[in-house]
């Protein structure tokens, strides 16, 4: 079974530019999730899809950072403009239903580095 | 908030020993996961421990939870090198959180 693919594997940006980071879940997972991991901290929730729908967005700084998933398949997320503080690791993580009984599988992730 | 908390921060043990470590949660929760994360790599699931279950095994790991203190524990018995990984209790039955995390380095 393929798991969670993300991609680029490491971004490095200036300050102020743009970004996109790409996730593919698990064929038939209906719960997509994407985290942010600050060096030395536990993994932060940005925002949580059930299929395509949004389940919780609440820490998603949503003047900077928007994210989609098409069809409720492939997810994307876009920092515009980037902040020196968004440097992290992006997870990606997909799960067969809601964290209410599953598994969460996680991708390698992607690290973005702003300078 | 039902995010949980790992105790204690950072953990260094002799290769051989048993490790345990120990996670509060504050709101009532239909179950409760631990990951691990190695250097680097994405999180892996370990154990899902559900409210009704107290205490669940495999292989080398244990774990505990006991509902009343709102808390659980991880226990790695005879720790490897490879046990060497940060340690993740999550909890949420309708968003998923994590916790800060308990680092655990084995000593050869």
Same mark, same amino acid.
């Given at each position: 079974?393929?798991?969670?693919?993300?991609?680029?594997?490491?971004?490095?940006?200036?300050?102020?530019?743009?970004?996109?980071?790409?996730?593919?879940?698990?064929?038939?997972?209906?719960?997509?999730?994407?985290?942010?991991?600050?060096?030395?901290?536990?993994?932060?929730?940005?925002?949580?899809?059930?299929?395509?729908?949004?389940?919780?967005?609440?820490?998603?700084?949503?003047?900077?950072?928007?994210?989609?998933?098409?069809?409720?398949?492939?997810?994307?997320?876009?920092?515009?403009?980037?902040?020196?503080?968004?440097?992290?690791?992006?997870?990606?993580?997909?799960?067969?239903?809601?964290?209410?009984?599953?598994?969460?599988?996680?991708?390698?992730?992607?690290?973005?580095?702003?300078? | 908030?039902?995010?949980?908390?790992?105790?204690?921060?950072?953990?260094?043990?002799?290769?051989?020993?048993?490790? &345990?470590?120990?996670? $509060?949660? %504050?709101? !009532?929760?239909?179950?409760?996961?631990?990951? *691990?994360?190695?250097?680097?790599?994405?999180?892996?699931?370990?154990?899902?421990?559900?409210?009704?279950?107290?205490?669940?095994?495999?292989?080398?790991?244990?774990? &505990?939870?006991?509902? $009343?203190? %709102?808390? !659980?524990?991880?226990?790695?018995?005879?720790? *490897?090198?490879?046990?060497?990984?940060?340690?993740?209790?999550?909890?949420?039955?309708?968003?998923?959180?994590?916790?800060?995390?308990?680092?655990?380095?084995?000593?050869?």
């Amino acid at each position: 079974e393929a798991g969670v693919a993300q991609s680029p594997r490491y971004k490095i940006i200036e300050k102020r530019q743009s970004v996109a980071f790409w996730c593919n879940p698990i064929s038939g997972h209906a719960t997509l999730y994407w985290y942010q991991q600050i060096l030395g901290q536990g993994p932060k929730l940005l925002i949580q899809f059930q299929n395509n729908g949004v389940v919780d967005d609440s820490q998603l700084p949503k003047d900077r950072f928007s994210a989609e998933r098409l069809k409720g398949v492939d997810s994307t997320l876009k920092i515009q403009p980037a902040k020196l503080e968004d440097s992290a690791v992006y997870l990606c993580a997909s799960s067969l239903d809601g964290p209410g009984g599953t598994e969460a599988f996680f991708g390698q992730g992607t690290r973005l580095t702003v300078v | 908030s039902q995010q949980g908390e790992e105790d204690p921060q950072a953990l260094s043990i002799q290769e051989g020993e048993n490790a &345990t470590m120990n996670c $509060s949660y %504050k709101t !009532s929760i239909n179950n409760l996961q631990w990951y *691990r994360q190695n250097s680097g790599r994405g999180l892996v699931h370990l154990i899902l421990i559900r409210s009704n279950e107290r205490e669940k095994h495999s292989g080398r790991l244990r774990v &505990t939870l006991d509902t $009343s203190k %709102k808390s !659980s524990s991880l226990l790695i018995t005879a720790s *490897r090198a490879a046990d060497t990984a940060s340690y993740f209790c999550a909890t949420g039955d309708y968003k998923l959180s994590f916790g800060a995390g308990t680092t655990v380095t084995v000593r050869a």
